[in-house]
């Protein structure tokens, strides 16, 4: 939408990761050092971890951009929490082996035989694990097993299992001893800060023919890392609008006031609704409802004691629990308000003249 009007060629800030975007902070390129050695040393596992939206994916789409296919054999698993079995036949599926009417010995040997057929025609095999903290233990005890397999005194798989950070203390764990021992080299990739922060925004917005329109005062970026604090993901999301708001305003000059403004517009659209006002009763009566001195209302001792009875049976925090008793909750108090509504009437109603 805003690309025409600021003369871009692409939206700077998609969320897709696309390794065409991908820009080298101190981090990132320590990151893909660590990988880049664990190809070089072909065997054991490299661990990368890093918070949701760090740039994980984006990093290992560009290494795997990189790659010469007539050297390395690579396949990209996204994990989800399944059982042991179904990892290696999803690793076999990743590898593009048939697997569907084998068992676990024929999966062993399928895989096997296909990694040392790969090794023998001078390639090298590469299994790359993204959302590794989703990895059962047995799951992850299958992929060391893996590991295991050597033609000679060569390693015929290299595995990197890349994590969110709750991975790295999953991998502290008793049953992740052995794991631990074939681990050759392990990163958290962190944030970016203020400075790497800017060049990143303008890495992006220079890759689609940015020309400074809109123009962004040094106080813009100053606010995008605040509220970001150097997330990537974050800093996309905040920018993509901070670019559309631009469009709809007709501005060209972006400051801390235009990205605070964003930044709010963000904080209504994600925080919980506020509760609609209660509806109007039959015949305008709320208004009267709402202004009413409950103390001068008459009603029966019955009446009084089910309300109380009503108003202690409700638990807030289990409601959404107990949908069914919600209902009936409900169905409950409309009585209770209907009767209410009458008592309003009769106290509200004008006395008769007396005789």
């Keep these: 939408m805003y690309e025409a009007y600021f003369q871009l060629s692409n939206k700077p800030f998609q969320l897709n990761p696309d390794p065409a975007f991908f820009f080298g902070s101190r981090g990132h390129r320590r990151a893909m050092a660590y990988l880049e050695y664990g190809l070089h040393q072909s065997e054991g596992f490299i661990v990368i971890t890093g918070e949701i939206g760090a740039g994980k994916t984006t990093l290992v789409r560009s290494l795997l951009e990189h790659l010469d296919p007539a050297k390395v054999v ?58 590794a903290q989703n990895l059962t233990p047995a799951a992850v005890e299958e992929l060391r097993m893996l590991s295991n397999f050597q033609l000679e005194d060569h390693a015929l798989l290299q595995s990197f299992l890349i994590g969110q950070p709750e991975f790295r203390d999953i991998m502290q764990g ?19 800060d203020a400075e790497e922060t800017r060049a990143y925004i303008e890495h992006r917005l220079h890759h689609v023919g940015w020309k400074s329109d809109p123009e962004f005062a040094t106080s813009a970026f100053s606010a995008i890392y605040a509220h970001t604090g ?60 709402l202004d009413l001195d409950l103390s001068r209302l008459q009603v029966s001792a019955a009446l009084a ?25 409900v169905s409950a108090t409309l009585g209770v308000l209907n009767q209410l509504l009458q008592a309003v009437r009769r106290e509200s109603a004008p006395e008769e003249p007396r005789q």
Excluded: W
């Design 230 to 289: 150097g997330i990537p993901r974050r800093i996309n999301t905040l920018c993509d609008r901070l670019l559309l708001s631009a469009f709809l305003n007709e501005r060209h000059q972006l400051g801390e006031a235009e990205v605070r403004e964003v930044v709010e517009e963000l904080k209504e659209e994600f925080s919980t609704p506020a509760r609609a006002q209660a509806p109007a009763l039959a015949g305008g009566a709320s208004g009267a409802v």
């Design 305 to 329: 004691e089910q309300v109380a009875g009503l108003a202690a049976g409700v638990d807030v925090q289990r409601i959404e629990a107990r949908l069914t008793q919600l209902e009936q909750s």
């Design 174 to 192: 008793a049953e992740m001893q052995q794991l631990r021992q074939r681990v050759i080299a392990s990163y958290h990739l962190g944030p970016l």
């Design 74 to 131: 690579a396949a990209n698993l996204v994990s989800t929490q399944i059982d042991a079995d179904d990892t290696l036949r999803m690793v076999a599926a990743a590898f593009g082996l048939p697997s569907r009417n084998l068992d676990k010995a024929g999966l062993l040997l399928a895989l096997e035989t296909f990694l040392v057929s790969t090794t023998a025609a001078g390639k090298r095999a590469l299994l790359i694990v993204d959302e």
